[in-house]
């Protein structure tokens, strides 16, 4: 037992020494690397001036333009479309007449119920005479009843007379005003086979034609839809990863498939809560109202959107390869004369591809972006097919840009 104690304490201790060899041997390779990467480097740099430009820092999306107030128009009522007034494209103001129903059964209608009405009146009228008459003959027989002329009963009966002929006049009264009433519903419904603009705008589409018999019965079908296209509102889906991003109020500029160097700027109006999950994606919807006061966005136009984090004007711009982030922060790789010179520097707007300096370098200094060599070999490799290309590292976000125009 002691004998195998005292042999393996040396070849632990021989174990622990040789992964201390190691271990060192490997952090010499990597040092001795590294500056045999500097010294190859120093020889064929690729370099770029720093220079002044503008930065855009933006989360990038796709949407699709709609009207922000739209009206589809339906009957409300059943019947024939006898004329049409309107045709696609064409512009209306409200309460223009746009189309008229056959009216024919409606108007019967009406008139039957004028009929009816005027037969209740006329009824009210004979009522109110008959009252008028059993009147006189209840305070006849009253005075006659005093002078013990009449019995008790004739009296009794002329009171009851009185009495079911105000009852009959107030249920007549009463049957008018629901009659009165019928006839106001029939006229309204006269007046809905004339269908007017509820608000100017464009007609967007037509869904009837003349001729074409709509029934109303259970739902009010749709005769056409009016467009306000003089606000449109861009809808646009942005990832769950970049929703945090975005606020009420945030700067936004866009642009159509069919003028993609067309920008035009807006703000965020609203970020809806409820998400759509399109191929397992996760989509906010996001609205930004637009003015279109030449009428050049239309319905269902699809675009590219930047919502600006971020904007500077005017400002030292360095390549991102130029820059990395040390222990005490960021510094950027200049070539000096002697050598790879790390200069710390202080960052501001940061896009995907460059980086704003705010302080710690000076208009021309050169910055180290790459190796001429490493570069040379990749551009192989793509070509041998044994490296791909692939999307940039980083945060989505655009590129170099301007500040918003006015």
Same mark, same amino acid.
């Given at each position: 037992?002691? &004998?195998?104690?005292?042999?393996?304490?040396?070849?632990?201790?021989?174990?622990?020494?040789?992964? $201390?060899? +190691?271990?060192?041997?490997?952090?010499?390779?990597?040092?001795?690397?590294?500056?045999? /990467?500097? %010294?190859?480097?120093?020889?064929?740099?690729?370099?770029?001036?720093?220079?002044?430009?503008?930065?855009? &820092?933006?989360?990038?999306?796709?949407?699709?333009?709609?009207?922000?107030?739209? /009206?589809?128009?339906?009957?409300?009522?059943?019947?024939?479309?006898?004329?049409?007034?309107?045709?696609?494209?064409?512009? +209306?103001?409200?309460?223009?007449? =746009?189309?008229?129903?056959?009216?024919?059964?409606?108007?019967? !209608?009406?008139?039957?119920?004028?009929?009816?009405?005027?037969?209740?009146? *006329?009824?009210?009228?004979?009522?109110?005479?008959?009252?008028?008459?059993?009147?006189?003959?209840?305070?006849?027989?009253?005075?006659?009843?005093?002078r013990k002329a009449i019995s008790e009963d004739a009296l009794f009966e002329s009171r009851t007379n009185v009495k079911i002929l105000k009852a009959k006049i107030t249920a007549q009264k009463a049957e008018i005003k629901a009659n009165a009433a019928a006839l106001e519903a029939?006229?309204?419904? =006269?007046g809905y086979t004339r269908i007017y603009a509820p608000i100017d705008g464009t007609i967007a589409s037509i869904d009837v034609r003349e001729g074409q018999t709509l029934n109303a019965t259970n739902s009010a079908p749709t005769v056409l839809q009016i467009s306000d296209l003089? /606000?449109?509102?861009?809808?646009?889906?942005?990832?769950?990863?970049?929703?945090?991003?975005?606020? @009420?109020?945030?700067?936004?500029?866009?642009?159509?498939?069919?003028?993609?160097? @067309?920008?035009?700027?807006?703000? +965020?109006?609203?970020?809806?809560?409820?998400?759509?999950?399109? !191929?397992?994606?996760?989509?906010?919807? $996001? =609205?930004?109202? +637009? *003015?279109? #006061? !030449?009428?050049?966005?239309? #319905?269902?136009?699809?675009?590219?959107?930047?919502?600006?984090?971020?904007?500077?004007?005017?400002?030292?711009? *360095?390549?991102?390869?130029?820059?990395?982030?040390?222990? %005490?922060?960021?510094?950027?790789?200049?070539?000096?004369?002697?050598? /790879?010179?790390?200069?710390?520097?202080?960052?501001?707007?940061?896009?995907?591809?460059?980086?704003?300096?705010?302080?710690?370098?000076?208009?021309?200094?050169?910055?180290?972006?790459?190796? &001429?060599?490493?570069?040379?070999?990749?551009?192989?490799?793509?070509?041998?097919? !044994?490296?791909?290309?692939?999307?940039?590292?980083?945060?989505?976000?655009?590129?170099?840009?301007?500040?918003?125009?006015?």
């Amino acid at each position: 037992m002691t &004998q195998f104690t005292t042999t393996s304490r040396p070849r632990r201790w021989l174990s622990l020494l040789l992964w $201390v060899v +190691v271990l060192g041997c490997l952090l010499g390779a990597a040092a001795y690397w590294w500056l045999l /990467v500097e %010294n190859d480097e120093s020889q064929d740099w690729l370099v770029e001036p720093l220079r002044y430009g503008d930065i855009e &820092q933006s989360v990038a999306a796709t949407g699709t333009l709609e009207p922000k107030n739209y /009206v589809e128009v339906g009957a409300q009522v059943s019947g024939q479309i006898k004329h049409l007034m309107v045709e696609e494209g064409e512009v +209306v103001k409200k309460g223009q007449l =746009l189309a008229e129903i056959d009216a024919s059964v409606f108007e019967l !209608n009406v008139q039957t119920a004028e009929a009816g009405l005027e037969n209740l009146k *006329a009824q009210l009228t004979q009522q109110e005479a008959e009252l008028e008459l059993e009147m006189l003959r209840l305070k006849r027989n009253e005075g006659l009843y005093a002078r013990k002329a009449i019995s008790e009963d004739a009296l009794f009966e002329s009171r009851t007379n009185v009495k079911i002929l105000k009852a009959k006049i107030t249920a007549q009264k009463a049957e008018i005003k629901a009659n009165a009433a019928a006839l106001e519903a029939d006229k309204v419904s =006269l007046g809905y086979t004339r269908i007017y603009a509820p608000i100017d705008g464009t007609i967007a589409s037509i869904d009837v034609r003349e001729g074409q018999t709509l029934n109303a019965t259970n739902s009010a079908p749709t005769v056409l839809q009016i467009s306000d296209l003089s /606000v449109m509102t861009l809808r646009a889906e942005v990832s769950e990863a970049d929703v945090p991003k975005l606020r @009420r109020g945030m700067d936004v500029k866009f642009a159509t498939l069919g003028n993609p160097n @067309r920008y035009r700027w807006s703000t +965020v109006r609203q970020i809806l809560p409820t998400p759509e999950e399109v !191929n397992d994606v996760v989509l906010y919807q $996001v =609205l930004v109202d +637009v *003015a279109n #006061d !030449n009428g050049r966005l239309m #319905d269902s136009m699809t675009t590219k959107v930047f919502f600006v984090e971020g904007a500077a004007s005017h400002v030292l711009v *360095a390549p991102v390869a130029a820059i990395r982030n040390g222990r %005490n922060g960021a510094f950027a790789r200049v070539a000096g004369a002697n050598g /790879v010179e790390r200069v710390p520097v202080e960052l501001g707007v940061q896009s995907r591809t460059h980086a704003e300096i705010r302080s710690g370098l000076d208009e021309g200094a050169l910055l180290i972006t790459g190796s &001429q060599q490493k570069q040379t070999t990749t551009e192989a490799r793509s070509m041998t097919g !044994n490296d791909r290309p692939g999307p940039p590292g980083g945060g989505m976000g655009g590129g170099m840009g301007g500040r918003r125009g006015g």
